[in-house]
């Protein structure tokens, strides 16, 4: 515990601003973003939502649309067939089952097409602020390069993070941890020498 305590206090030095860069003005409209986010960047998402929202950014709205029109408004995501697909399905399910607003219950979020964990736990924590820790590609590896987790998969991070960090920073790691995967500790070329915990990451230990 004392040392994941350690690793997020000097993030938060470090990274002041770490928050969601999905530009949103709803709950719904950020639920859209997060499933769009996967497998693209959150500039990419920003640019196609922008459009998006001006005319389909309700859940009335993105419930009604054509198809093939979504598949055209999101093209500048990757596997946008499949997301157009989940979209327009999940903003039916929440327009018939749940009058038009986002539900805050975990399970209920990961029952729509499109959310998995790594959503629901990022919808709950940024739109309802309860406690939520979406493990994405960049805490699984900075999470198991800093030995704070020793896992291949991200369910069983989140987990094993969960069990480590209190539950009121849950939130704040997540962000924390995204930063410093884009930033610093990069998949192919981590920058190391340049790295703010560096006497904190068994990874480091090792080269
Ligand atoms: S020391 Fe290297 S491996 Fe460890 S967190 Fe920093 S950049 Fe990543």
Request: hydrophobic fraction near 35%; proline fraction near 4%.
């Amino acid at each position: 515990m004392q040392r994941s305590i350690e690793i997020i206090k000097c993030l938060k030095k470090e990274y002041p601003e770490a928050g969601t860069l999905l530009q949103h003005s709803s709950p719904f409209q950020f639920m859209v973003a997060v499933v769009l986010s996967a497998q693209s960047t959150d500039e990419q998402v920003n640019r196609v939502t922008a459009e998006l929202f001006a005319d389909y950014g309700t859940p009335e709205a993105l419930a009604a649309i054509d198809l093939s029109l979504l598949e055209e408004k999101i093209r500048g995501v990757g596997l946008y067939r499949n997301k157009a697909r989940h979209l327009k399905k999940m903003a039916q399910i929440i327009v018939e089952q749940y009058q038009g607003e986002v539900p805050s219950d975990f399970d209920e979020l990961l029952s729509l097409p499109g959310v998995g964990r790594k959503s629901a736990n990022v919808i709950r924590s940024v739109v309802f602020k309860k406690p939520g820790l979406g493990v994405d590609t960049h805490v699984h590896r900075v999470a198991n390069r800093l030995g704070l987790v020793n896992s291949k998969l991200p369910e069983q991070t989140e987990k094993a993070l969960k069990e480590q960090i209190p539950e009121k920073c849950w939130s704040e790691a997540h962000h924390l941890l995204i930063f410093h995967g884009r930033r610093i500790c990069q998949a192919r070329k981590p920058q190391c020498n340049n790295c703010v915990l560096e006497g904190l990451c068994e990874k480091r230990f090792e080269k």
